[in-house]
């Protein structure tokens, strides 16, 4: 199993604590990278040396939206090539469809309940551990 | 006897010798004459002969001459032209000629020749010895020789046929026009210098009600006539009083009308007839036009009907020719477009009115009618005021009667109040579809927002329950147990509400579905206790819809079944109806049933009969939307505790 480098864009600080937690319950060694919206995210991004092996990616952000950011991503030479994961609370069958448009690794909706959160992520990230990713 | 007497006797001798012989001389000169005249005579009747002789040969009439046994014995050469016979060669009868109708009148008159010596203007048929039939005009006379005896008859012969045949022809043509005047379908009246009856006809007795036939009007007085018929007329001192100023004026007067009492009416003319400078009489002629004049008069009636729709009818009226130039407009067209009658007339309406490209529309749709196509089209105008007007324009070819397009008529209706609703019914309808697409996106954001928080609140409470394990009581732990259930409860609400607020939006989805497929998709999907059986009675049919929703639908009608079976074995059938325009279906469950009272309200948003875990009350009404949305209708049977079946139409 491969340590990931994760950069999560996520503006809630509950949801930011959740995945923390749930990587530390599931004795996980993935390195998390933290941006409260996209403009973060991009300035991270810049750096192109560091780049994450995944991006995790809400959709309703303030300033640059997840969409928006997605569309700046997948337009960027370098950066397309990281698979990015939506991971939302929006069942809206246009931004489903928007997203998969754009290009995107996968959508996962955020379950209620913090018991299922933590089964989808671990299904999650186990699943990307044994992908074959490209290196920047 | 002395010298003297001798010489006296000598002297008388002598004279009477010169005497005698002078006596000679005339005698002989006399003789000589008379010689010389008898020669003469002679050479005269031989003249007078040869020159009767050459009469008889020469005349162009046929010249016959029979002894007293009727053998013919002598034809000048036009009678052998005549009978074709050659008496030389041949013995010929005259009664071999004789045509055998005409044998008695032929006896007859040979019987008259033989008494009176002569006939005159015999005419009969002959044969000729081609055995032609031929009319001939015969004068004849008896030849008596010196002794005054009959020897011979001689007659002049002419050939009448032809004469024969046109006056049997003038015969015939005259029978003929009599006929036609007697029978004409007109009535008319000849008349005299003196206005009497010369010639009348059958439909002059009848158009006057006469009773009495036509010839037995001749003679009669014109004037007493009419002063007799004056009482058929609706003004009878007028028809009396026209009559003789014609008569006065005697000049050609056309298509007077007279109304009779019936109803009638008469046309009359009037004509003198004048051959040369001969008057001839005058001509009235009566012909009953009552037909053809009511013909006329409602041909008007119907006529004023059309103009007084024209002239009256809130539509404008315009007739231009096949250049598009102004023939004709109503009284509408010209309140509708401010201008007045004159000064559109001849203009060409495409160049006037139309602003904003009209004028291409208008020539485009001019050259459909003059292919004949009727069409109707809006145009934005301006009128006379500038006031921006929009007409809707009906055209339609107008036909001469020989059907060729001579021009089209348009029907103008102003549309610009309707055409203002209409905009702003655009307007309306895109600001609703983007209020209803930011409402969409809003109830999105808002249920995003809204479950957040929960499910923060679900993370913390499980966080704290993990980091205090074995710390927590048992009422502790149940009521974390409590926040988690609201919580839950809260997130299917906000779902619930948010789908349907979405159930009203994105209807073009329209799709054929396979509601077999469907259906065994759902029952994976759906949570179905081993108790209960879910199945379709029949195939089902597969409908043009919203995969989605009509999903939706299924899903809902059958997890409600399903949650309200109370029984041990519980049953769910679906089955369905072909009605012509819609499916019926029909969901049955022996489940608790509902109350009578309730059949309405339970598809109202937030009526929830039975307040439970999983039950928000939103499930029945995005039923019925989404029924509605497929134009259908949707119902309910139940008995309380025995079951329920919920009924809906979907169209086809």
Not at chain 2, 195 to 209: A, D, H, P
Not at chain 2, 503 to 528: H, W
Request: with cysteine; proline share 2%; glycine share 6%.
């Amino acid at each position: 199993m491969k340590t990931l480098n994760i950069l999560l864009i996520e503006d809630d600080m509950i949801e930011v604590m959740k995945l923390n937690r749930t990587i530390s319950s599931l004795k996980l060694n993935h390195k998390i990278i933290e941006a409260n919206n996209g403009e973060d995210a991009l300035k991270i991004l810049e750096q192109k040396d560091v780049l994450p092996d995944i991006i995790l990616l809400d959709l309703n952000m303030p300033k640059i939206n997840g969409i928006e950011f997605l569309g700046i991503l997948k337009n960027d030479d370098t950066l397309k090539y990281i698979p990015t994961i939506i991971l939302t609370t929006s069942n809206n069958q246009k931004d489903l469809l928007e997203c998969y448009k754009i290009g995107v690794a996968g959508y996962v909706l955020k379950p209620l309940k913090y018991e299922d959160y933590v089964a989808k992520i671990e299904k999650l990230l186990a699943y990307w551990s044994i992908n074959e990713l490209i290196k920047a | 006897m002395s010298q003297e007497q001798v010489e006296i006797l000598q002297r008388a001798l002598t004279r009477e010798k010169n005497a005698r012989k002078a006596a000679e001389k005339i005698l002989e000169e006399k003789s000589r004459e008379l010689y010389f005249t008898s020669q003469k005579l002679e050479n005269l009747l031989d003249e007078k002969s040869s020159e009767l002789q050459g009469v008889f040969e020469n005349i162009v009439d046929a010249y016959v001459v029979i002894d007293l046994n009727g053998n013919i014995l002598k034809f000048n050469e036009a009678a052998t032209k005549l009978f074709g016979y050659d008496i030389d060669r041949e013995e010929v009868k005259i009664a071999k000629l004789i045509y055998k109708d005409d044998f008695q009148y032929a006896v007859d008159c040979f019987n008259n020749l033989q008494t009176t010596g002569f006939f005159k203007d015999y005419e009969t048929r002959v044969y000729t010895k081609s055995k032609e039939v031929k009319w001939v005009h015969v004068n004849g006379s008896v030849v008596f020789d010196k002794n005054n005896k009959p020897i011979a008859a001689q007659g002049i012969v002419r050939d009448i046929t032809e004469e024969r045949a046109s006056a049997e022809r003038l015969i015939e043509s005259e029978n003929r026009l009599s006929t036609l005047i007697l029978n004409l379908d007109s009535g008319i009246v000849l008349e005299d210098e003196n206005r009497n009856i010369v010639l009348t006809n059958n439909k002059f007795c009848e158009l006057f009600k006469i009773n009495a036939q036509p010839a037995d009007l001749h003679g009669k007085d014109c004037v007493t006539s009419a002063e007799q018929n004056k009482v058929l007329f609706k003004d009878p001192e007028g028809f009396l009083k026209r009559m003789s100023e014609i008569d006065d004026a005697k000049e050609l007067v056309i298509g007077d009308e007279l109304e009779m009492i019936d109803g009638t009416i008469l046309e009359r003319n009037y004509m003198p007839i004048t051959i040369g400078e001969k008057s001839k009489g005058f001509l009235w002629t009566f012909t009953d036009v009552t037909l053809k004049r009511t013909y006329r008069k409602s041909l008007e009636a119907q006529k004023q009907k059309y103009y007084s729709i024209i002239a009256n009818m809130h539509l404008g009226l315009v007739e231009v020719n096949t250049n598009d130039e102004i023939l004709m407009i109503n009284q509408s067209f010209s309140e509708m477009s401010g201008y007045s009658e004159e000064e559109l007339l001849g203009k060409r309406g495409g160049e006037i009115f139309p602003v904003e490209g009209g004028s291409e529309i208008i020539s485009i749709e001019n050259e459909k009618r003059k292919k004949g196509e009727s069409n109707s089209y809006e145009i934005k105008v301006n009128t006379k005021q500038g006031d921006i007007r929009y007409w809707l324009i009906s055209g339609a070819p107008n036909y001469d009667i020989n059907g060729n397009v001579v021009g089209s008529i348009g029907v103008h209706l102003d549309i610009t109040e309707l055409k203002a609703l209409e905009l702003q019914k655009e307007k309306l309808l895109l600001k609703l579809e983007k209020s209803n697409d930011e409402l969409q996106e809003y109830a999105h954001i808002v249920s995003h927002d809204l479950k957040s928080p929960l499910r923060s609140i679900d993370a913390l409470v499980s966080w704290l329950k993990e980091d205090n394990k074995g710390i927590l009581d048992e009422t502790s732990l149940k009521n974390f147990g409590l926040i988690e259930a609201t919580l839950e409860k809260m997130e299917q609400l906000i779902s619930d509400v948010l789908e349907y607020s979405s159930v009203g939006t994105d209807t073009n989805l329209k799709a054929e579905v396979d509601l077999n497929k469907m259906f065994s998709d759902l029952t994976t999907i759906l949570y179905i206790p081993e108790h209960i059986t879910v199945k379709a009675l029949n195939q089902l049919p597969v409908i043009t819809g919203d995969a989605t929703k009509l999903q939706q639908l299924f899903q809902n009608l059958i997890s409600n079944a399903v949650k309200f079976i109370d029984k041990e074995v519980g049953l769910v059938i679906i089955d369905f109806e072909d009605l012509k325009s819609h499916y019926k279906f029909s969901i049955k469950d022996n489940g608790i049933g509902i109350d009578k009272q309730f059949h309405d309200k339970i598809f109202k948003i937030f009526h929830a009969l039975n307040k439970s875990k999983d039950s928000t009350g939103i499930g029945l009404s995005i039923v019925k939307k989404i029924v509605d949305l497929h134009e259908g209708q949707i119902w309910l049977e139940s008995e309380p505790n025995v079951g329920t079946t919920f009924y809906f139409t979907l169209k086809k």
